[in-house]
């Protein structure tokens, strides 16, 4: 089955678009649906990964929607929501919708197991169509899973941030030589000399933007910094005192 057919079976209940007979161009599979060139925007420029038909199904349609009420309840919004703006889990035949706040609860899905991982960074673009089944996705970015070399990865990073380093510096691999030698300059040559090994690997770019510290990990963090923070030099404040003279009076 493709994402959409399984994202759909679990959540819509057999929600309609339309009642068209025919072959989807997202799916590849006949179902029942809308005519696809009534349907498509002159927006739409991911040709490539349409499939030779002539609707567009509703399982599909499901998942392209833009004021979808199952997503908003999911989420508890206030108003309809994007189906682009999430990401999106599916576990034990469980349906999830996260943001980027959620890093935490994707891990752990994908600790467990999850059957569908494709992730956005940004929300603005339909990402769940092109999925592969049997990939962990981010946006354009597609991995094989391996659930040891992901998490080896993550945890070296994540050792990284608990002493201090930023997210940006351990992507990018451009560290304050100052900084090291303050913060644990034997963790960092470890970690960091496995770390290059990978840097700029898919599975590297996937696992980077999987960073996430809990909140005691944050505290402990501040404090190790506040630490280690330079006094400031008191500087002795003088007080200069000036004689007031008396005013004489004219009259």
């Keep these: 089955m493709s994402p959409c057919e399984i994202i759909y079976n679990i959540g819509a209940k057999q929600k309609k678009y339309g009642d068209l007979s025919g ?26 990964s349409l499939k030779v038909g002539t609707i567009i199904s509703n399982e599909a349609l499901f998942c392209f929607d833009e004021a979808s009420e199952i997503i908003q309840a999911k989420t508890g919004k206030d108003k309809l ?3 682009r703006t999430y990401s999106h889990v599916v576990l034990n035949e469980q349906w999830f919708c996260f943001t980027k706040a959620h890093k935490k609860e994707i891990f752990e899905a994908i ?13 603005q673009k339909h990402v769940l169509f092109k999925h592969k089944i049997g990939f962990w996705q981010l946006d354009e970015l597609f991995v094989k899973p391996d659930l040891e070399f992901f998490l080896s990865l993550h945890s070296a990073m994540t050792d990284l941030m608990k002493i201090g380093f930023n997210q940006s510096s351990i992507i990018e691999g451009n560290y304050n030589p100052n900084f090291i030698q303050k913060n644990g300059f034997e963790i960092w040559r470890e970690k960091e000399t ?19 510290l809990d909140e005691s990990d944050k505290e402990k963090v501040k404090e190790q910094m506040s630490k280690k923070e330079p006094k400031k030099e008191q500087k002795e404040t003088i007080v200069v005192q000036t004689e007031v003279k008396p005013q004489l009076s004219l009259f």
């Design 23 to 48: 072959i989807c161009r997202i799916t590849g599979k006949e179902s029942l649906g809308m005519n696809f060139n009534d349907w498509v925007k002159d927006t739409f420029t991911d040709h490539g």
């Design 81 to 83: 929501q994007r189906f």
């Design 111 to 123: 600790k467990k197991g999850a059957e569908i991982v494709c992730l956005t960074d940004s929300g």
């Design 194 to 212: 496995y770390l290059k090994q990978h840097r700029g690997s898919g599975m590297f770019g996937f696992a980077s933007w999987m960073l996430f």
